[in-house]
């Protein structure tokens, strides 16, 4: 009876290990949304961003000021705020295993509380080899603050280099080399 229960013990947590591994281990994997509440109230006007790309403190100040938020209306109930504001802290960069997460935190001066995650440095770093046409100059991306558009694994949390597909870049290219 013990070494039967022992086996289902080991058999379900082995799985878990691995999972976990392939998600904390690489780089290009991020921890998915898994909060419907927050794909709804927080994914309707650009891409529900995973909780682990900003630190503790940038979430709470984000979500104490959301009725002006970066020029846009996004204030919630305050019932609702609490709890999406729990739901990222508990899966903050600070507190995820996301590897991406930790390498966004180490560029970070402490003292500082960025509300996007497209100026810390680690992040602008990783992208400062994109052309400019490929991005702002590009009506199908208007800025990097939009992940999915390049990222097409973004929903699921798969950052990973075959799934880049930059839209409308390839086009422009081929505008830049025909006659
Ligand atoms: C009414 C539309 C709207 C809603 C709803 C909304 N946002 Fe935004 N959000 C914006 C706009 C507009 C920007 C700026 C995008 C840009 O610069 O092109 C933005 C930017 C952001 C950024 C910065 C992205 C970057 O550049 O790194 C974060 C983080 C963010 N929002 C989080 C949230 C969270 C969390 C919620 C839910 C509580 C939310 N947003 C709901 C409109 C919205
Ligand atoms: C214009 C297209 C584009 C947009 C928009 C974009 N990225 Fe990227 N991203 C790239 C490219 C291209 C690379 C690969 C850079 C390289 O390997 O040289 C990359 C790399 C990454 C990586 C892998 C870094 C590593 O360590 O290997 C992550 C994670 C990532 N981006 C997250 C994001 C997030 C989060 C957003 C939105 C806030 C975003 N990206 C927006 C094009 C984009």
């Known amino acids: ?6 086996l289902i013990l080991v058999c379900m947590v082995f799985p878990a290990y691995a999972d976990d591994d392939s998600s904390s281990g690489d780089d290009n994997q991020i921890t ?7 794909l709804n109230e927080c994914g309707s ?8 790309l900003l630190p503790i403190r940038s979430w709470k100040k984000l979500m104490l000021q959301l009725a002006d ?8 109930a305050a019932e609702e705020q609490k709890q999406l504001t729990d739901y990222l802290v508990a899966n903050s960069a600070d507190l995820s295993p996301d590897k991406f997460a930790k390498k966004l935190l180490q560029g970070l001066a402490k003292d500082e ?6 100026i810390i440095p680690y992040f602008v770093h990783e992208h400062d ?5 490929a991005i702002g100059d590009n009506p199908e991306v208007k ?13 699921t949390g798969n950052y990973s280099e075959n799934s880049i597909k930059i839209p409308g870049y390839e086009r422009l290219n081929d505008d830049n080399s025909s006659h």
């Open 1 to 6: 009876m013990k070494i039967l229960s022992i």
């Open 45 to 52: 006007c650009h891409f529900a961003y995973q909780p682990s």
């Open 69 to 76: 938020h970066f020029g846009d209306n996004a204030e919630l």
């Open 129 to 133: 080899k994109i052309p400019k046409k």
């Open 32 to 38: 998915a949304v898994d909060n419907k509440q927050y």
């Open 143 to 155: 800025s990097l603050s939009y992940c999915n558009k390049c990222h097409t694994g973004a929903e």
């Open 113 to 118: 509380t960025p509300l996007r995650i497209t």
